[in-house]
């Protein structure tokens, strides 16, 4: 654990100094406690070849940290009567194709959709590799792909995370609200959160006001990659934005002139149920697109982090201690990331009082017989590619970690 800066000066150059020894371009920064957004700024530059300065109120693609707007949509109409968690997706849209070999006997629910216990392997390279500025619509983007939404075992046993299940929720929305899903996020989250310049495409106005996202030499730029299903990766938002996203989930709910959603939804949204782990008393890993962790020194966080090509996101917040913190970078450099995460985290809870962690259980030899060996991860995230997972996790398993992405 690194020693806290003791102030937001010292604290933003130790920042400034990480961004410049990995060549990340700009940071847009964010530390939010109970009275609100205590500092949003930005460092560095937005443009490298223009020299445009980055500054609180510039957009950065904030990944897979869009997802929570599709589970926040999905709790809100369950607050309205509208939806049920439990409901399996087949009922809800029959148009959307999926492939569940036990569908007749274990169907795909909603709560699976965003607990990534679908069983689906992650996406196919044909959607990762789609960028049409059109842009497509849900429904357009769903198809490009559908067998990629095959599951590999049984529903609700094993996560692995997802990138397709939180778009379908969306699809749900869609059908249920007859509203467009982006339209539907941004009146009834967005604006009342505090967040207007948040966008999930491209304007000309989101345009202007967008970091540019760079290879690891902090010089050459990726184009703009118009992700095939937007609710799972293609939110823009500034870390001003970000800050009262945060401090919505700090306050329980409260947007700038009322509540929003109730604590109960987002108590929900932040523990996990779906999984055999889950179920049987486990209580970190993914609730609906918001994950549970618990770090070195005890405290248990919920969030979720974001990657595209060229940038990297963590919004994280502790709701007993009701503070939190958001970075992100326009630079794919994982090792910055982590640096800039463990500065902010330090900073954030210099002052609390360290969790009391429980005493260790002992085990009866016998028991421990039976577990003794060495494990790999079955619940590859990327069926092609599982068995790279195995090697790695095999050959290296003190660097086998899980990556909430």
């Given at each position: 654990?690194?020693?806290?800066?003791?102030?937001?000066?010292?604290?933003?150059?130790?920042?400034?100094?990480?961004?410049?020894?990995?060549?990340?371009?700009?940071?847009?920064?964010?530390?939010v406690y109970a009275d609100g957004v205590v500092w949003a700024d930005g460092i560095?530059?937005?443009?490298?070849?223009?020299?445009?300065?980055?500054?609180?109120?510039?957009?950065?693609?904030?990944?897979?940290?869009?997802?929570?707007?599709?589970?926040?949509?999905?709790?809100?109409?369950?607050?309205?009567?509208?939806?049920?968690?439990?409901?399996?997706?087949?009922?809800?849209?029959?148009?959307?194709?999926?492939?569940?070999?036990?569908?007749?006997?274990?169907?795909?629910?909603?709560?699976?959709?965003?607990?990534?216990?679908?069983?689906?392997?992650?996406?196919?390279?044909?959607?990762?590799?789609?960028?049409?500025?059109?842009?497509?619509?849900?429904?357009?983007?769903?198809?490009?792909?559908?067998?990629?939404?095959?599951?590999?075992?049984?529903?609700?046993?094993?996560?692995?995370?997802?990138?397709?299940?939180?778009?379908?929720?969306?699809?749900?929305?869609?059908?249920?609200?007859?509203?467009?899903?982006?339209?539907?996020?941004?009146?009834?989250?967005?604006?009342?959160?505090?967040?207007?310049?948040?966008?999930?495409?491209?304007?000309?106005?989101?345009?202007?006001?967008?970091?540019?996202?760079?290879?690891?030499?902090?010089?050459?730029?990726?184009?703009?990659?118009?992700?095939?299903?937007?609710?799972?990766?293609?939110?823009?938002?500034?870390?001003?934005?970000?800050?009262?996203?945060?401090?919505?989930?700090?306050?329980?709910?409260?947007?700038?002139?009322?509540?929003?959603?109730?604590?109960?939804?987002?108590?929900?949204?932040?523990?996990?149920?779906?999984?055999?782990?889950?179920?049987?008393?486990?209580?970190?890993?993914?609730?609906?697109?918001?994950?549970?962790?618990?770090?070195?020194?005890?405290?248990?966080?919920?969030?979720?982090?974001?990657?595209?090509?060229?940038?990297?996101?963590?919004?994280?917040?502790?709701?007993?201690?009701?503070?939190?913190?958001?970075?992100?970078?326009?630079?794919?450099?994982?090792?910055?990331?982590?640096?800039?995460?463990?500065?902010?985290?330090?900073?954030?809870?210099?002052?609390?009082?360290?969790?009391?962690?429980?005493?260790?259980?002992?085990?009866?030899?016998?028991?421990?017989?039976?577990?003794?060996?060495?494990?790999?991860?079955?619940?590859?995230?990327?069926?092609?590619?599982?068995?790279?997972?195995?090697?790695?996790?095999?050959?290296?398993?003190?660097?086998?970690?899980?990556?909430?992405?």
């Amino acid at each position: 654990m690194i020693a806290p800066a003791k102030s937001v000066s010292e604290l933003k150059q130790r920042i400034t100094k990480i961004l410049e020894e990995h060549n990340v371009p700009a940071a847009g920064l964010a530390i939010v406690y109970a009275d609100g957004v205590v500092w949003a700024d930005g460092i560095g530059k937005a443009d490298v070849e223009t020299g445009r300065e980055v500054t609180s109120d510039t957009l950065f693609r904030i990944g897979s940290i869009s997802k929570t707007f599709a589970a926040l949509a999905a709790l809100k109409l369950v607050e309205e009567g509208r939806l049920r968690l439990e409901t399996p997706v087949r009922d809800l849209v029959p148009e959307v194709q999926f492939f569940n070999p036990w569908e007749s006997n274990n169907p795909i629910r909603v709560v699976q959709l965003l607990e990534h216990t679908t069983g689906w392997g992650d996406w196919h390279m044909k959607e990762y590799a789609s960028s049409d500025p059109k842009p497509l619509t849900l429904a357009e983007g769903l198809a490009v792909c559908p067998e990629s939404r095959t599951s590999r075992w049984p529903p609700g046993t094993r996560m692995s995370y997802c990138n397709s299940g939180p778009a379908v929720v969306a699809a749900i929305v869609e059908k249920i609200t007859r509203q467009r899903f982006e339209d539907y996020v941004t009146t009834n989250f967005f604006r009342p959160i505090g967040m207007p310049t948040a966008d999930y495409l491209l304007s000309m106005q989101t345009a202007a006001s967008l970091a540019r996202q760079y290879h690891d030499d902090g010089r050459t730029p990726y184009p703009y990659w118009h992700i095939v299903l937007r609710p799972a990766g293609s939110v823009n938002a500034s870390a001003r934005e970000m800050g009262q996203y945060l401090k919505f989930f700090i306050r329980r709910g409260q947007g700038l002139k009322g509540r929003i959603i109730s604590e109960r939804s987002l108590v929900r949204m932040e523990t996990p149920a779906s999984y055999w782990g889950a179920q049987g008393g486990l209580k970190t890993g993914y609730g609906l697109c918001n994950y549970t962790i618990l770090d070195d020194l005890g405290f248990v966080w919920h969030g979720h982090n974001g990657g595209v090509d060229g940038g990297l996101s963590e919004m994280a917040y502790l709701t007993e201690s009701r503070t939190g913190y958001f970075y992100s970078i326009n630079s794919g450099d994982g090792e910055a990331a982590a640096q800039i995460g463990s500065e902010l985290k330090a900073f954030v809870t210099r002052d609390l009082p360290k969790p009391a962690l429980p005493a260790a259980v002992p085990i009866s030899p016998i028991l421990a017989k039976d577990y003794h060996g060495w494990y790999r991860s079955d619940s590859p995230r990327s069926q092609s590619t599982a068995w790279l997972e195995s090697l790695f996790s095999c050959s290296m398993p003190h660097l086998s970690r899980t990556n909430f992405s």
